[in-house]
């Protein structure tokens, strides 16, 4: 961070700030009103402290790389060769004779996910003077759009749980922390609460059909340039949702039992074409070559922890076949979901991470201690949102854990699925609520 950012930034959180309050007026609703500053403030709070952590702490990192040896570059021609400079934006990563006096200077132009993050942050820079700190809250802005409209669609589901949905969207630490900055989770995060806004819009509530699906085409693109691997757990989760959200519509008993089996097999099928078809322009995240790209992603990334005396973690020896992936499922699933350990912890960042990993596996042991299992298993299963949540979130905290192999790397790569984990906790919880409650009324009577 440079003098400027002291200088510009005050200007913008001024303007940020205005239009802020400006549309809270507009909020309807006053519970949902309470929690619109103090949700978009912890976003920039985020973004600011994310860029200090990595500044001070670190010494540098992905998101000074995206700044300074990516976006400083198109900033520089926009006024050296504006042309050049609209070229570049353009460009998909191909090293032109023309464009090679800025693009051999960008240090990420030849991935197209992380150009596609040095364009964005150019775009967001020619409106700031390329200041580092604006770029970053410009980044949690985006990222905050997405919580807020997730919130929205969440609280149309349950009108009830608008307080405690808040707190698992909004305020959990790993979240606005490392969702908020210049780096490639602000943007998806922020793009996978509009798809999920958006879908429940075409799909649930049948409104806004027509900017619904164009917000969620940008959205699907958005993730699929950057991670791809986020879409092939959340498309999945969507049409297993969609389809079991249509059999809950259905009155009749009988035609419900009839039909449940046969929407599930095609739920699958066509989960698994969606799967298919997302990955099909890149083949390491085909089905086919998934196995193999997860064993040598966790290889690498266990070498490179080791080598750099990172805070890595071992799931134990297992081979690129489905049945060694599949195997390794319950270590996987409980290090993303519940890990680091206190005792894991080697610094503050990471003990930070291991607080919130033990107040969710707290959380997930109370749930569970006094719904039941049994009993939280069949809520589950007689609610088409709680099914989705389930297995988006089985299936994300699987592939994560199984490819990621280190701590610091997993508390970003993991944010996608928290809020919805959180979620399905809350939601659990208070259905088994309402029943005891409804329960003690009949037995009164």
């Not at 200077?105 to 775009?123: G, M, P, R, T």
Request: charged share 15%; hydrophobic share 50%; net charge positive.
């Amino acid at each position: 961070m440079e003098l400027k950012d002291l200088i510009v930034t005050p200007f913008f959180l001024i303007l940020i700030y205005f239009v802020a309050f400006r549309y809270k007026r507009t909020i309807e609703d006053e519970e949902q009103k309470k929690f619109f500053i103090p949700a978009i403030t912890f976003k920039i709070i985020g973004a600011i402290f994310l860029g200090l952590i990595y500044q001070f702490y670190y010494k540098g990192g992905d998101t000074f790389t995206f700044y300074k040896l990516g976006s400083q570059h198109i900033y520089n021609a926009l006024f050296e060769d504006p042309v050049k400079a609209v070229k570049l934006l353009l460009s998909d990563s191909t090293n032109k004779i023309e464009l090679y006096p800025y693009s051999s200077k960008i240090f990420y132009f030849s991935d197209s996910a992380s150009f596609l993050i040095v364009k964005i942050a150019a775009i967001a820079g020619f409106l700031c003077f390329h200041t580092y700190s604006v770029i970053a809250i410009a980044f949690g802005l985006f990222s905050f759009s997405g919580s807020w409209v997730m919130y929205l669609a969440f609280c149309r589901i349950f009108p009830s749980l608008k307080r405690n949905s808040a707190y698992a969207i909004f305020f959990l630490p790993s979240v606005f922390f490392w969702g908020s900055g210049l780096l490639k989770d602000s943007i998806t995060f922020g793009a996978l609460g509009w798809m999920f806004y958006c879908f429940t819009n075409l799909a649930i509530f049948n409104r806004k059909i027509l900017l619904s699906s164009l917000i969620f085409i940008i959205s699907l693109f958005l993730i699929k340039t950057i991670k791809i691997y986020i879409l092939l757990c959340f498309i999945p989760s969507l049409i297993i949702w969609l389809f079991f959200h249509f059999n809950y519509k259905v009155k009749s008993r009988i035609i419900k039992i009839v039909a449940k089996p046969i929407l599930i097999v095609s739920a699958m099928v066509l989960a698994y074409i969606a799967a298919n078809y997302i990955s099909i322009d890149d083949k390491r995240y085909s089905l086919d070559n998934l196995t193999s790209t997860t064993k040598i992603t966790y290889d690498y990334l266990t070498y490179m922890s080791k080598q750099q005396d990172g805070a890595y973690y071992s799931l134990g020896e297992f081979d690129n076949s489905w049945s060694g992936i599949l195997a390794k499922a319950p270590l996987a699933i409980n290090v993303t979901l519940f890990r680091p350990y206190l005792w894991e912890s080697r610094n503050l960042v990471m003990l930070i991470s291991a607080l919130e990993s033990f107040m969710i596996l707290a959380f997930t042991i109370i749930t569970l201690w006094k719904a039941g299992v049994v009993t939280s298993i069949r809520i589950i299963l007689n609610n088409p949102f709680l099914i989705f949540c389930t297995i988006l979130s089985i299936s994300f905290a699987f592939a994560v854990g199984i490819s990621t192999a280190n701590f610091g790397t997993l508390v970003r790569y993991k944010i996608p699925i928290m809020p919805f984990y959180l979620l399905l906790l809350i939601v659990v919880n208070n259905i088994h609520k309402e029943r005891k409650i409804t329960n003690k009324s009949i037995s009164t009577e």
